[in-house]
């Protein structure tokens, strides 16, 4: 078994390869005129898009802060759902669930590392 510490680094090091390429990348279509003319027209379609979002959302305003709820509701199901499920499986438990149609689900877990202050 490879070390952690080998992982991590090597991880670390194509990151920082992937933003070096991608850095060169986007140097090298700033100097095309034709993209940069695209990304103007591009830009004034995006903002006159926006424009006409806003203009429905104020005719959806009702249903926006409904909709604001519901994605607060799901969150705090998400992280119940979360807690019960490590619990459970720390406790030993078998852990599924199994929506409408049946379809069971087991639980998936993740480890991320963040920078320590």
Same mark, same amino acid.
């Given at each position: 078994?490879?070390?952690?510490?080998?992982?991590?680094?090597?991880?670390?090091?194509?990151?920082?390869?992937?933003?070096?390429?991608?850095?060169?990348?986007?140097?090298?279509?700033?100097?095309?005129?034709?993209?940069?003319?695209? +990304?103007?027209?591009?830009?004034?379609?995006? #903002?006159?898009?926006?424009?006409?979002?806003? *203009? $429905? %959302?104020?005719?959806?305003? @009702?249903?926006?802060?409904?909709?604001?709820?519901?994605?607060?509701?799901?969150?705090?199901?998400?992280?119940?759902?979360?807690?019960?499920?490590?619990?459970?499986?720390?406790?030993?438990? +078998?852990?599924?669930?199994?929506?409408?149609? #049946?379809?069971?689900?087991?639980?998936?877990? *993740? $480890? %991320?590392?963040?920078?320590? @202050?």
């Amino acid at each position: 078994m490879q070390d952690l510490q080998e992982i991590f680094v090597r991880i670390e090091e194509n990151k920082k390869k992937l933003r070096e390429i991608n850095k060169a990348y986007r140097e090298a279509l700033s100097s095309v005129s034709e993209y940069t003319d695209v +990304s103007d027209e591009l830009k004034t379609f995006r #903002e006159r898009k926006k424009q006409i979002e806003n *203009t $429905v %959302k104020e005719q959806f305003s @009702k249903e926006f802060i409904q909709m604001d709820d519901i994605k607060i509701d799901i969150e705090s199901d998400q992280e119940m759902l979360t807690d019960i499920t490590l619990n459970q499986y720390v406790k030993g438990q +078998s852990v599924s669930v199994n929506d409408q149609y #049946e379809n069971e689900y087991e639980p998936v877990f *993740t $480890v %991320k590392f963040k920078k320590v @202050k």
